[in-house]
């Protein structure tokens, strides 16, 4: 509980890397859950420097602010957490055309895999990964 009396609320960017239809995801270490490379920002960074770090932290891919565009943010009950509390995940969509589209991500020190996924693996996605796909299903960006 935050000091308010209210449940807490993580706030997290995370990466919108999209490839033939299907979206970047990593596999956290010894878990079957699937997230988006991302995570907490540090208390000196802004969403996009939090994006552009945790991004090469989970998959070594180099990007900088202006390799990402705002996509939203879904708020959802967070995963693993605390009953009632919820995070409010910033979305980063990778531009097209940059050096991400050939960029290949590795899992890091951080997590087992890096995946491809489409909506069909929303049942190994938390909330917040389950809406992230809904609305990049909507915007006609994964299968």
Do not use: N
Not at 44 to 64: K, Y
Not at 67 to 84: C, I, K, L, S, Y
């Amino acid at each position: 509980m935050s000091l308010q009396g209210h449940p807490a609320t993580l706030r997290v960017s995370a990466l919108l890397l999209v490839r033939d239809r299907r979206v970047l995801m990593v596999r956290a270490r010894m878990r079957d859950v699937l997230y988006l490379p991302g995570g907490k920002a540090e208390p000196h960074e802004s969403d996009v420097e939090a994006v552009v770090r945790e991004a090469f932290e989970e998959t070594g891919l180099r990007l900088t602010a202006d390799d990402v565009e705002p996509f939203g943010t879904v708020t959802e009950p967070a995963h693993g957490q605390a009953p009632g509390t919820m995070v409010a995940m910033a979305l980063f969509l990778a531009r097209p055309g940059g050096a991400l589209d050939s960029a290949m991500p590795v899992a890091s020190a951080e997590v087992d895999e890096v995946e491809w996924v489409t909506s069909a693996d929303a049942d190994r996605c938390p909330p917040a990964g389950v809406e992230t796909l809904r609305r990049l299903v909507a915007a006609e960006l994964i299968d």
